[in-house]
């Protein structure tokens, strides 16, 4: 399985990226899909996790401005992040969970400017 992520590039405090990430195959063989992000000289933290059956879970930094969503018929799923605020540059890395095996996507920068 290999995963794409898509989406980042560079926008003004207060505005909006939709990451993507799209996966070689099924998603539906995923037990858990998100994205991590990892700003320079800090450690990869998670972001927003989605569940096979939907349930969602956010970063406190998070909460409120960002969504975590899938598209099972694109293979494909998303961060809608709005409100963005200079802390949330990093380089964001999409991820899913099998029961045996965790893919990582190449990574997409967001740069948030003040």
């Known amino acids: 399985v290999q995963l794409q992520a898509s989406g980042g590039g560079l926008v003004q405090a207060g505005g909006s990226l939709r990451l993507s990430c799209a996966a070689s195959?099924?998603?539906?063989?995923?037990?858990?899909m998100g994205w991590y992000r990892q700003a320079p000289g800090k450690e990869r933290e998670s972001v927003a996790l989605?569940?096979?059956?939907?349930?969602?879970s956010y970063a406190d930094s998070v909460k409120g401005r960002f969504t975590i969503s899938r598209d099972g018929a694109k293979n494909t799923f998303y961060l809608q992040m709005n409100g963005l605020k200079p802390e949330d540059t990093a380089v964001y890395y999409c991820?899913?969970?099998?029961?045996?095996?965790?893919?990582w996507g190449q990574g997409t920068q967001v740069t948030v400017s003040s």
């Open positions: 991820n899913a969970r099998e029961m045996l095996f965790s893919y």
């Open positions: 195959g099924s998603i539906s063989s995923f037990n858990v």
């Open positions: 989605i569940t096979r059956g939907g349930s969602t």
